[in-house]
């Protein structure tokens, strides 16, 4: 292992890495996936150094997701993946928004922490946790083991197509969110797993002593709740028509991760520009197709015919 794939990263991200087949009038495509890997991207695209720890396969389908992010400079930490590796088979529903159907080994996922995965979580600023099996006791149980005191950053991001059981998933995440640094929850979440209340799901995950709620409600923008502090930020308004929103979640994580490393705000002003920023992130990330994290400054080079980060 080379010096640069074993040092400390500034984060380390734990969940989920799929191949998504994407059926629509074009075709099928593949593109490689997963929310927790959009992030582990999106961080190092932001300049932060990350590992990703996740399940993925010794097949055709995990090389490619090992080659993507060699690519992108994030190291992996592979759990073994007996099923092979996890896909979603993603189509447009009639009002345009992403059907997921997962394979067996996406439903079935599992992390296991060896020595390197527990050592990677040690040395980060922040662990960031996203579309996780919260529903499966023993995978919360093991999490927690592993992170133990550890800053937390998670997105509960339940997918219809993974979740086995709702109520064991509103427990097993609200045992992980209780500490955690911040949580980030969309209006999906909280019609998936709360009956769709997202402000009682802000108030709740506060009352169970998460350090701060982001609260994001798409095209509306979000809102962020800390200590004494309530902010909130529109979706920027950027340059060229919006492609694709798929991902957007993954970078308004990525983003306010990014700006977490450092050190939590302990102001308004400090929370309002992190959260700028990040509504600047998802907005970018919205005028392309998939799930890579686009910056403003990315796609105005982009339009000069330089690709960027």
């Known amino acids: 292992m080379s010096d640069e794939s074993s040092r400390a990263s500034d984060v380390v991200v734990v969940g989920d890495a799929l191949i998504d087949e994407i059926r629509d009038g074009g075709g ?5 996936g997963g929310a927790a890997l959009n992030v582990a ?3 190092r695209r932001l300049g932060v150094s990350t590992t990703l720890i996740a399940m993925v396969g010794d097949d055709e389908a ?3 997701i090992r080659e993507y992010l060699d690519d992108h400079g994030v190291r992996l930490i592979a759990s073994a993946a007996p099923l092979g590796s996890s896909r979603a088979i993603v189509q447009r529903a009639a009002d345009g928004e992403p059907v997921y159907v997962f394979n067996e080994a996406a439903q079935r996922r599992s992390i296991r922490y060896s020595a390197e995965a527990r050592q990677a979580i040690t040395d980060a600023a922040l662990v960031a946790v996203s579309c996780f099996p919260f529903d499966v006791p023993a995978e919360v149980d093991a999490l927690l083991e592993a992170v ?3 800053r937390l950053a998670i997105d509960p991001n339940p997918r219809a197509g993974m979740l086995s059981d709702r109520e064991e998933f509103v427990r097993g995440f609200e045992r992980a969110a209780s500490g955690a640094s911040i949580v980030k929850v969309g209006a999906d979440d909280a019609d998936l797993l709360y009956g ?5 799901l802000r108030a709740r995950l506060r009352d169970i002593g998460v350090g701060a709620v982001l609260a994001t409600a ?8 800390a200590d004494a502090v309530v902010v909130a930020a529109p979706i920027a308004a950027l340059p ?6 798929v991902g957007a979640g993954d970078a308004t994580l990525a983003a306010v991760a990014a700006g977490l490393v450092d050190g939590t705000p302990t102001d308004a002003e400090g929370w309002q520009a992190l959260l700028d920023r990040a509504m600047e992130v998802a907005a970018a990330t919205c005028r392309a197709e998939g799930g890579l994290l686009r910056t403003p400054e990315s796609l105005a080079e982009a339009d000069r015919g330089v690709f960027g980060s």
């Open 28 to 32: 099928v495509r593949e593109l490689v």
């Open 41 to 43: 991207v999106g961080l």
């Open 62 to 64: 995990g090389a490619h």
């Open 148 to 150: 133990g005191t550890a």
């Open 196 to 200: 769709g209340d997202l402000s009682g």
């Open 218 to 225: 798409g095209s509306a923008g979000a809102s962020l709740e």
């Open 240 to 245: 060229g028509r919006i492609i694709d929103s």
